[in-house]
């Protein structure tokens, strides 16, 4: 059985979900947000070797999650507490599930996509940026910093017109795209005291490169937005910009590889700047970034591919 810790909402785990039913796999969505009104949770230590943990769901009945052969870790909700009208009551409760579920997924001997904690981890943009530097990738001047003469010293450094700045990460509430800093900004800055903000140099480019990778396989498109009005983050008018699948040069192929191992990871989505000189710059990785746009832009079979590394996470029995 193949666990998917996602929700209903999400279309890639149903994309995938349904590409593996239809080849005959046993699938289980686990909604973290089904705990407590839907779905109880259960590890019984009858056999203190082997214990055995299960979900009972409304739904689906008991479900032998010890089962699984692979897990992957998508979309992960939180356990939903608003019955819970005391805060520290609520807290509390917050911790004990958290201690459970976490406790669950370290039974859980199979392979991970990605595991909960190197998942975790790779998530930091300090840490990824550090990595990428280390094996040699050039990334973007940076400074992520709640000092407000820290940002304007930055700002002064790269100049108006060559700043960026951008969030650490985005939430279902909060969604910022990444943005020049602009005369007008300056006076703001004193706002980075109650939030930390991360700067950079901008870096000219000829395309954003969206690179996925899934286990061994990598799949690269260009992102060309200069003709949009808005090159600063191509998410903004990604209906129109000109997408295509492109080849990586080997040395960037490698680079991945090696990132994705040092993080102990094997899903991520890997931003790069292409310079007009020809030159790779990194940005950052999301270890669930999203793939879809990147099927429909290049061409790549992601679902495919996260499909059959679920289906057999050690490769084909030969």
């Known amino acids: 059985m193949i666990v998917v810790i996602s929700h209903p909402g999400d279309l890639h785990a149903t994309r995938v979900v349904d590409r593996l039913r239809s080849r005959g796999r046993e699938v289980f969505v686990l909604d973290i947000a089904d705990f407590p009104d839907t779905a109880t949770l259960s590890v019984d230590f009858g056999e203190p070797a082997t214990p055995r943990a299960t979900v009972t769901h409304g739904a689906y009945g008991v479900v032998d999650v010890s089962a699984a052969t692979a897990v992957w870790w998508r979309r992960p909700q939180f356990v939903r507490l608003e019955a819970i009208a005391d805060n520290d009551a609520r807290g509390f409760a917050h911790g004990e599930w958290h201690e459970a579920l976490h406790g669950v997924y370290a039974l859980l001997d199979c392979p991970w996509m990605n595991p909960p904690q190197a998942d975790e981890r790779a998530s930091h943009k300090a840490l990824q940026l550090r990595v990428a530097s280390e094996l040699g990738m050039r990334v973007p001047d940076t400074l992520m910093t709640s000092d407000p003469g820290a940002a304007l010293a930055f700002i002064e450094r790269h100049g108006i017109g060559g700043t960026i700045h951008k969030i650490f990460a985005a939430t279902h509430q909060v969604w910022r795209e990444t943005r020049l800093v602009r005369v007008e900004d300056v006076a703001l800055l004193e706002s980075v ?126």
Do not use: C, K
């Open 193 to 318: 005291r109650l939030a930390p903000v991360i700067f950079q140099e901008r870096i000219p480019a000829v395309a954003d490169v969206r690179v996925t990778v899934v286990g061994d396989d990598v799949f690269p498109m260009a992102i060309d937005t200069r003709h949009t009005g808005y090159d600063v983050d191509f998410r903004v008018n990604m209906e129109r910009a000109h997408t295509s699948a492109l080849a990586l040069p080997e040395d960037v192929v490698d680079f991945l590889h090696r990132l994705m191992a040092e993080l102990g990871i094997v899903y991520g989505a890997a931003d790069f700047r292409l310079t007009p000189e020809g030159e790779y710059v990194f940005l950052e990785i999301n270890p669930a970034g999203e793939f879809l746009f990147v099927e429909q832009g290049a061409g790549h079979p992601i679902t495919d591919a996260v499909a059959g590394w679920l289906a057999e996470p050690l490769g084909p029995v030969l």
